[in-house]
């Protein structure tokens, strides 16, 4: 079964930038398409980001402009560069594996991302 770490998460002004990993094991991280979620407080978690085991990617058109997902797969790592970071953006960021057009039912603990006005 696929194992997740999320990393990176932080408290950081309006505006800023963070960059958040996340570590795959458990599975041939290059079968699998990667993808990024966040909750918010009192919501229910959305998917935002989403690259394919091919490398090509797909936005959520809340983040589109200002997030980047890329992954190495020799780290089995995927990331999540975050710029001009707004409010809205808080949440606890998890990532997921998807295999054909399942995502996997393990997440990982997620990693907290606040940003202050």
């Known amino acids: 079964q696929v194992q997740l770490v999320e990393s990176g998460g932080g408290l950081v002004q309006s505006g800023g930038s963070l960059r958040l990993s996340c570590v795959a094991s458990?599975?041939?991280?290059?079968?699998?398409?990667m993808g990024w979620f966040r909750q918010a407080p009192g919501k229910e978690r959305q998917w935002i980001a989403r690259?394919?085991?091919?490398?090509?990617?797909n936005l959520a058109d809340s983040v589109k402009g200002r997030f980047t997902i890329s992954k190495d797969n020799a780290k089995k790592t995927v990331y999540l560069q975050m710029n001009s970071l707004q409010p809205d953006d808080t949440a606890v960021y998890y990532c997921?594996?998807?295999?054909?057009?399942?995502?996997?039912?393990?997440w990982g603990q997620g990693t907290q991302v606040t940003v202050s006005s």
């Open positions: 997921n594996a998807q295999y054909g057009h399942t995502w996997s039912n393990n």
């Open positions: 458990g599975i041939v991280f290059i079968n699998y398409n």
């Open positions: 690259i394919t085991s091919a490398g090509y990617t």
